[in-house]
T-cell receptor
Framework: GAVVSQHPSRVICKSGTSVKIECRSL??????MFWYRQFPKQSLMLMAT?????????EQGVEKDKFLINHASLTLSTLTVTSAHPEDSSFYIC????????FGPGTRLTVT | KQEVTQIPAALSVPEGENLVLNCSFT??????LQWFRQDPGKGLTSLLL?????REQTSGRLNASLDKSSGRSTLYIAASQPGDSATYLC??????????FGPGTSLSVIP
């Protein structure tokens, strides 16, 4: 089956620093990947749609300058949280589309 | 605007019981509906995907139904086990590039 990986699975960073999260499709090519955020006891909310070779499309209310998305190849999309703050602490999940969306295992970000 | 709700928000049952989780969506124009399982602090595990043209899907002790016209889906779990304890998410695909999740039902199966 289609497998999507994320790295790292957990990251702790200090307030004001930037952190990069990688999303890879391991056995298929994905022109489109998606980034979701999940706050504690809440459901997943789509942050942005990442398209290979073009700019990402952000959902309303998501700051594009804070959450930088780069879809560098057909198997890799990265999400960089810039100048992280404690309120950015969340669970970030990516998905890649190949007929349907396949989800990664998620990255737990804690900003201290 | 498509909205997805799930009832109940939390459920606690003794081991061995059969149970039903409910999902409702406001717009019947969907490509498919999917049920996921999420363990605490973990990612998503896809359980069942029902295409818009289908009425139900089964996998082991799980059975999911879809009534598009009424905007409802149910996930039936037979003979529940403690290992079934998790949060169950319902998600609809209203367009090719969109997946909208419900808030989830937190299930606890008591040994």
């Amino acid at each position: 089956g289609a497998v999507v990986s994320q790295h790292p699975s957990r990251v702790i960073c200090k307030s004001g620093t930037s952190v990069k999260i990688e999303c890879r499709s391991l056995d298929f090519q994905a022109t489109t990947m998606f980034w979701y955020r999940q706050f504690p006891k809440q459901s997943l909310m789509l942050m942005a749609t990442s398209n290979e070779g073009s700019k990402a499309t952000y959902e309303q209310g998501v700051e594009k300058d804070k959450f930088l998305i780069n879809h560098a190849s057909l198997t890799l999309s990265t999400l960089t949280v810039t100048s992280a703050h404690p309120e950015d602490s969340s669970f970030y999940i990516c998905s890649a589309r190949w007929h349907e969306q396949y989800f990664g295992p998620g990255t737990r970000l804690t900003v201290t | 605007k498509q909205e997805v709700t799930q009832i109940p928000a939390a459920l606690s049952v003794p081991e061995g019981e059969n149970l039903v989780l409910n999902c409702s969506f406001t717009d019947s124009a969907i490509y498919n509906l999917q049920w996921f399982r999420q363990d605490p602090g973990k990612g998503l595990t896809s359980l069942l995907l029902i295409q818009s043209s289908q009425r139900e899907q089964t996998s082991g002790r799980l059975n999911a139904s879809l009534d598009k016209s009424s905007g409802r889906s149910t996930l039936y779990i037979a003979a529940s086990q403690p290992g079934d304890s998790a949060t169950y998410l319902c998600a609809v695909t209203p367009s090719y590039d969109k997946v909208i999740f419900g808030p989830g039902t937190s299930l606890s199966v008591i040994p």
